[in-house]
């Protein structure tokens, strides 16, 4: 690290995380795999699954272009979804 560069320490900011699923319906049909369950349990391991769990220490946004992936993921959690 350049020590003459100056570093913000705290700029108010709150950082999140913007997840996409991807791919959803080949790797349903190809290899047997839902991604939205998977994303869930990830997730849910790291108790992130929820609003109220995650909301005083990172937003998540749970992103695809895909419908039937966010249809999905909408029964098991109740983070936004783009």
Same mark, same amino acid.
């Given at each position: ?28 049909? #190809? ?8 994303? &869930? /349990?990830?997730?849910?391991?790291? =108790?992130? $699954?929820?609003?109220? %769990?995650? #909301? ?8 695809? &272009? /895909?419908?039937?992936?966010?249809? =999905?993921? $909408?029964?098991?959690? %109740?983070?936004?979804?783009?």
């Amino acid at each position: 690290m350049n020590k003459d560069v100056p570093r913000v320490q705290n700029a108010g900011t709150k950082v999140g995380l913007y997840i996409e699923i991807k791919q959803y319906a080949y790797y349903q049909k #190809e290899m047997g795999v839902d991604m939205a369950e998977k994303l &869930f /349990e990830v997730l849910d391991q790291n =108790k992130l $699954a929820q609003v109220t %769990d995650c #909301e005083s220490t990172i937003p998540i946004i749970i992103q695809s &272009f /895909e419908e039937d992936a966010l249809a =999905k993921f $909408a029964t098991l959690s %109740d983070l936004p979804l783009i």
